[in-house]
């Protein structure tokens, strides 16, 4: 993965120190002065608290600060640089791209390899029109056909032909090797909890459950 950019300090970044003479002062440094009055001897002039940073909820809407916009552009880089060497790896070894083969994996995985056409769009994110013009050219390749439906005469299947299972067969071990080199072998264990947690989060799913003690 791409490593994010340094980002500048913010006031919130700052840390506010107490001063070692007040924690020696005990419970004298609690007691409030009256408006207008001196420190206690041996006591340095109160310090205004710094204002807490406003948390993200109080922010106005649509403000966005440098930190979380350093994030968010990290994420889109990562997605992209992943996307692309897995991408490069499916044409180079099995002329394979990657939509292509997340369409192939939701299929193969369907009971019969066969799944309605919309519900293989909601799947692999893709608009109908969008999905139609990929099936069109899995077809053309052999390894996907369509089928009507019994039930609905307006309904088409996608389904897995034997030359897509072996396709997906064949590309599926160097999908994963990728995910492996590109993601998890630079993940250690504490690291892919909170990745999937925050993984969770941003795609509207329960987090996941604890792993047992």
């Given amino acids: 993965m791409s490593v ?3 980002r500048a300090a913010r006031p919130y970044d700052r840390h506010v120190t107490t001063p070692p003479s007040t924690l020696a002062s005990g419970a004298l440094a609690a007691v409030p002065s009256p408006p207008g009055a001196l420190p206690p ?7 205004p608290a710094a204002s807490p940073a406003a948390s993200p909820a109080s922010r106005p809407s649509g403000a966005v600060s440098a930190a979380e916009l350093t994030a968010w552009r990290a994420m889109l880089r990562a997605q992209a640089r992943i996307s ?3 991408q490069g790896d499916l044409l180079a070894d099995h002329d394979l791209a990657l939509g292509s083969y997340d369409v192939l994996t939701h299929l193969g995985d369907a009971p019969e390899g066969r799944l309605r056409m919309n519900d293989l769009a909601d799947r692999v994110l893709l608009s109908r029109s969008g999905l139609t013009r990929l099936v069109d050219r899995l077809q053309r390749e052999g390894l996907v056909a369509r089928e009507s439906c019994s039930s609905d005469a307006r309904g088409l299947y996608a389904v897995l032909t034997a030359a897509g299972r072996d ?3 064949a590309a599926t071990p160097t999908y994963r090797q990728g995910v492996r080199d590109y993601v998890l072998s630079r993940l250690d264990e504490a690291d892919l909890r909170v990745f999937g947690h925050i993984l969770a989060k941003l795609a509207d799913d329960p987090p996941p459950a604890p792993a047992p003690a």
């Fill in 84 to 86: 692309r060497r897995l």
């Fill in 167 to 169: 396709r997906l067969d």
């Fill in 41 to 47: 001897a041996g006591l340095p002039p109160a310090v």
């Fill in 4 to 6: 994010p950019t340094a």
